[in-house]
């Protein structure tokens, strides 16, 4: 049976808050969407009232017993923190009660979100996102100067575990710049391999080694993202090689999984030399452990498979890959949606599908694939970098579709976001797309285009 509050960890927590403001934190919006949700829903008293604070809590934890059997003591005090805009994202199953007791079909209804907003007043670097999950707060101001990031009780367990501080700091980086990110997760790294050391011959060393390799790979991510190949690559073949050591099979495979794409540079899309046959060998090496990966896992095997294929122009072996991706992703559920693999769900395949259209000289496919996939993900947090490529490959779709005004609208407006956010893989990505474009440099929607990105 599963435990949703943790008294002592809320009491820390409350205990570094100062008035209405938070530490590193500017005053919170109210979430007036969640407070008017509320109202308009009759007090199950029959007094014909509307539903209280104390009854919506009352009724989000019956929903979390009936539901998971998972126990939850949440008060008017909790929901008067949410309607103060203190905590805008709970976790994913209190989330799914919200919507149910309130009867709305998305999150956005009743104000739930990823906070964007920056605590940062330097205009010199990209802003960071105070991130919020919940109201218990891991805090590291030293690390990522004026920001926060919340770490939830509800994500089971021990709240400030490693295991979960590693899964949390995975799902964020998508949500955070990479730049405030990067330093904490080479934090958390540092001190799960000073555990791993002491360890020694502990049966808990294992356990350390796993979570360590995964926070290398993690950090890898987040150092490609900032431009940085050669830090990746070495996460990554560092977090392959603990895992022969260790002997995980499902470590070893997920770090072969994100090598394989810094060594093919996305498929050339990236890189103008991708290495797409050390990828595909390394994607190959993962498809052996399937058994031992989730289906959110495979999914992504069989999607970076096609788009290599594609780059190589074999149609035919790109097609069944892609079979392979849909089949795995049809079959993903919110357990597999943790950690490295959170951002992943069927409309990931659309965008890879796109892709491969593009690179198979299919443009009006690509077109159709791609722009399905930037709208279902416009609001997605969790996947804001894979919705920027979708749109940078979309961008050179419309181009070779004859609508250039359109490829040129698309991408400057792409390329500033990925500027904003400080993500240096995509720009180099949309400046690869840019070059695509060079037949039309005398085009005057082209020559803005320039204009625009030399601006951003």
């Given at each position: 049976?599963g435990?949703?509050?943790?008294?002592n960890?809320k009491?820390?927590?409350h205990?570094?808050?100062?008035g209405?403001?938070t530490?590193?934190?500017i005053?919170p919006r109210p979430?007036?969407?969640l407070a008017?949700?509320r109202?308009?829903?009759?007090?199950?008293s029959?007094s014909g009232?509307?539903?209280s604070?104390?009854?919506?809590?009352?009724?989000?934890?019956?929903?979390?017993?009936?539901?998971?059997k998972?126990t939850?003591?949440w008060?008017?005090?909790d929901?008067?923190?949410?309607?103060?805009?203190?905590?805008?994202w709970?976790?994913?199953?209190?989330?799914?009660a919200?919507?149910?007791?309130l009867?709305?079909q998305t999150?956005?209804?009743i104000?739930?979100y990823?906070?964007?907003a920056?605590?940062?007043t330097?205009q010199?670097?990209p802003t960071?996102?105070?991130s919020?999950?919940s109201d218990i707060d891991?805090?590291v101001p030293?690390l990522v100067?004026g920001?926060?990031?919340?770490?939830?009780?509800?994500?089971?367990?021990?709240?400030?575990?490693?295991?979960?501080?590693t899964s949390?700091?995975a799902?964020?980086?998508?949500?955070?710049p990479?730049?405030?990110?990067?330093?904490?997760?080479?934090a958390?790294?540092?001190?799960?391999l000073?555990?791993?050391?002491?360890?020694e011959k502990d049966?808990i060393?294992?356990?350390?080694?796993?979570?360590?390799g995964?926070?290398?790979?993690v950090?890898?991510r987040?150092w490609?993202a900032?431009?940085?190949?050669?830090?990746a690559l070495a996460?990554?073949?560092?977090?392959?090689?603990?895992?022969?050591?260790?002997?995980?099979?499902?470590?070893?495979?997920?770090?072969r999984?994100?090598?394989?794409n810094?060594?093919?540079?996305?498929s050339?899309?990236?890189?103008?030399d991708?290495?797409?046959?050390?990828?595909l060998?390394?994607?190959d090496e993962?498809?052996t452990?399937?058994d031992?990966?989730t289906?959110a896992?495979?999914?992504?095997i069989?999607a970076e498979q096609?788009?290599a294929y594609?780059?190589?122009?074999?149609?035919n072996?790109t097609?069944d890959?892609?079979?392979?991706?849909?089949?795995?992703?049809?079959g993903?559920?919110?357990?597999?949606?943790?950690g490295?693999?959170?951002?992943?769900?069927?409309t990931r395949v659309?965008?890879?599908?796109?892709?491969?259209?593009l690179?198979l000289?299919?443009?009006?496919r690509?077109?159709?694939?791609?722009?399905q996939?930037a709208?279902?993900?416009?609001?997605?947090?969790s996947?804001?970098?894979?919705a920027l490529?979708a749109?940078?490959?979309?961008?050179?779709?419309y181009?070779l579709t004859?609508?250039?005004?359109?490829?040129?609208v698309?991408?400057g407006e792409?390329?500033?976001r990925l500027?904003q956010?400080?993500?240096?893989?995509?720009?180099?990505?949309?400046?690869?797309?840019r070059e695509?474009?060079n037949?039309w440099?005398?085009?005057?929607i082209v020559?803005?285009l320039?204009r625009?990105m030399a601006?951003?």
């Amino acid at each position: 049976m599963g435990e949703l509050d943790q008294p002592n960890a809320k009491q820390t927590a409350h205990s570094i808050r100062h008035g209405d403001q938070t530490i590193g934190r500017i005053k919170p919006r109210p979430n007036t969407l969640l407070a008017h949700a509320r109202r308009a829903r009759k007090s199950p008293s029959g007094s014909g009232r509307p539903m209280s604070r104390q009854e919506l809590a009352d009724a989000v934890n019956a929903y979390l017993w009936a539901t998971y059997k998972v126990t939850s003591n949440w008060d008017e005090t909790d929901i008067g923190r949410l309607e103060r805009g203190e905590n805008r994202w709970p976790v994913e199953r209190r989330r799914e009660a919200f919507r149910t007791v309130l009867h709305v079909q998305t999150d956005s209804e009743i104000g739930f979100y990823i906070d964007r907003a920056s605590a940062a007043t330097s205009q010199a670097a990209p802003t960071a996102s105070d991130s919020t999950i919940s109201d218990i707060d891991l805090r590291v101001p030293e690390l990522v100067t004026g920001h926060v990031l919340h770490v939830d009780s509800d994500a089971g367990g021990d709240w400030n575990s490693f295991s979960v501080v590693t899964s949390m700091l995975a799902q964020q980086r998508q949500a955070v710049p990479p730049a405030a990110l990067l330093s904490l997760v080479e934090a958390h790294r540092e001190c799960l391999l000073t555990l791993f050391r002491k360890a020694e011959k502990d049966p808990i060393r294992v356990d350390i080694g796993v979570m360590l390799g995964e926070a290398s790979i993690v950090a890898s991510r987040l150092w490609s993202a900032q431009g940085n190949r050669s830090m990746a690559l070495a996460h990554c073949a560092y977090a392959r090689s603990l895992a022969d050591r260790l002997g995980s099979i499902r470590l070893g495979a997920t770090a072969r999984i994100f090598e394989s794409n810094l060594h093919s540079g996305a498929s050339t899309l990236i890189q103008a030399d991708g290495d797409i046959m050390t990828g595909l060998r390394l994607l190959d090496e993962a498809a052996t452990a399937a058994d031992h990966l989730t289906a959110a896992a495979q999914a992504r095997i069989a999607a970076e498979q096609a788009q290599a294929y594609a780059a190589l122009g074999l149609r035919n072996e790109t097609d069944d890959a892609l079979v392979r991706a849909r089949q795995a992703a049809s079959g993903i559920t919110a357990q597999d949606r943790t950690g490295l693999f959170s951002d992943w769900n069927p409309t990931r395949v659309d965008v890879y599908e796109g892709t491969c259209h593009l690179l198979l000289k299919e443009p009006t496919r690509a077109v159709t694939h791609l722009e399905q996939a930037a709208a279902a993900l416009k609001n997605d947090q969790s996947n804001t970098n894979v919705a920027l490529a979708a749109r940078v490959d979309l961008a050179s779709a419309y181009a070779l579709t004859g609508h250039l005004d359109a490829a040129c609208v698309t991408l400057g407006e792409t390329y500033e976001r990925l500027r904003q956010i400080g993500n240096l893989r995509g720009i180099s990505r949309a400046r690869r797309a840019r070059e695509g474009l060079n037949r039309w440099n005398s085009e005057p929607i082209v020559q803005e285009l320039d204009r625009r990105m030399a601006a951003a």
